[in-house]
């Protein structure tokens, strides 16, 4: 057994393979620190609320955004989080509050929903389907927030996951639910989530700039585009060592996991298999693709996010 991985009856030159890869530690690094700098301060129209359910999957806590345009002004809250009262009580002082948006399905983003809606009889909004990744979204039932918020899809953590791009009294930042943590880096719920997708959407995030993105997990980070392109990187090097492990012999997501993943804790192991599958996956339409150049990928259209999503813990595992 080798970091739990049972290479007996394996080829030999699995076996080194295997144990030079995890000895050597081959391959990016698990990420725990943030993906860019820290932003400085929050756009003044952002408020933090962040949920009492801190977690290897949650880091801190699942964060709720409250944006307001002015003073007086119905604010607009993205992903009320966990039901629970304190936090949702939390989030209700910040009365008037107009529309609630969701960056998608997930329980700890939207479990309190229907308890906030009766606490301050905000509406929510939702949002046109169905749209590629980084193609714009309509938006339904937000009113007139004085704030201008487009909704960006963004699958690939979950099909249904949208990013928001914000802009008022000059300052501008983008909402990326769990698209990009504040902290490490998020796991591909495969087969909801899809890493192709993924990829398409760090691609358009890092179209947006150097402004401030404000995740769904973490501390705000300064520029949204310096930490797409380091998980672009960070993702490609992953699939360059999976198909390495897996030249070399390793034939389920589990042994993969075991050695690709072998400094995470084992604890994430079952949400490090999910990218795997995702990885696995996407190297395999890779090939169909490169064998039948004419065919399209084949993926569902992306799906907008509400209560019937898919139920997956959320958060941090190492891609």
């Known amino acids: 057994m080798l970091d739990g991985l049972a290479v007996t009856g394996r080829s030999g030159a699995l076996r080194r393979t295997i144990a030079s890869m995890a000895g050597a530690g081959t391959g990016p690094a698990h990420l725990t620190m943030p993906a860019a700098a820290l932003a400085d301060q929050l756009p003044s129209w952002a408020a933090l609320v962040r949920a009492h359910n801190p977690g290897p999957m949650t880091l801190e806590g699942t964060n709720t955004w409250v944006l307001r345009a002015a003073q007086g002004e119905?604010?607009?809250?993205?992903?009320?989080?966990?039901?629970?009262?304190?936090?949702?009580?939390?989030?209700?002082?910040?009365?008037?509050?107009?529309?609630?948006?969701?960056?998608?399905?997930?329980?700890?983003?939207?479990?309190?929903?229907?308890?906030l809606v009766e606490l301050t009889g905000a509406v929510v909004a939702t949002l046109g389907q169905p749209a590629p990744p980084g193609a714009d979204l309509d938006i339904a039932g937000l009113g007139d927030p004085g704030l201008?918020?487009?909704?960006?899809?963004?699958?690939?953590?979950?099909?249904?996951?949208?990013?928001?791009?914000?802009?008022?009294?000059?300052?501008?930042?983008?909402?990326?639910?769990?698209?990009?943590?504040?902290?490490?880096?998020?796991?591909?719920?495969?087969?909801?989530?899809?890493?192709?997708?993924?990829?398409?959407?760090?691609?358009?995030?890092?179209?947006?700039?150097?402004?401030?993105?404000?995740?769904?997990?973490?501390?705000?980070?300064?520029?949204?585009?310096?930490?797409?392109?380091?998980?672009?990187?960070?993702r490609h090097a992953r699939l360059d060592q999976v198909r390495a492990v897996r030249a070399a012999g390793a034939a389920t997501p589990a042994e993969v996991v075991a050695v690709v993943y072998a400094d995470v804790d084992r604890a994430l192991w079952p949400a490090a298999e999910w990218s795997v599958q995702a990885q696995l996956a996407f190297l395999d339409r890779e090939a169909s693709l490169a064998e039948e150049p004419s065919r399209a990928p084949g993926r569902e259209p992306f799906r907008a996010p509400g209560r019937e999503a898919a139920r997956a813990p959320d958060g941090l595992a190492t891609p």
């Open 74 to 115: 119905p604010a607009v809250v993205v992903d009320p989080g966990p039901l629970d009262e304190d936090h949702l009580a939390a989030v209700a002082a910040y009365a008037p509050i107009g529309a609630v948006l969701l960056t998608h399905g997930h329980p700890d983003h939207i479990d309190g929903v229907a308890r």
């Open 148 to 234: 201008d918020i487009r909704a960006i899809a963004t699958p690939g953590h979950t099909a249904d996951s949208v990013s928001y791009l914000v802009q008022a009294g000059g300052e501008q930042a983008v909402l990326t639910g769990d698209t990009i943590l504040g902290r490490g880096t998020t796991v591909v719920v495969w087969p909801d989530g899809d890493l192709g997708d993924y990829l398409a959407s760090l691609e358009r995030l890092a179209r947006l700039g150097s402004i401030p993105a404000l995740p769904g997990h973490g501390p705000a980070l300064a520029d949204c585009a310096a930490a797409a392109r380091f998980y672009l990187a960070h």
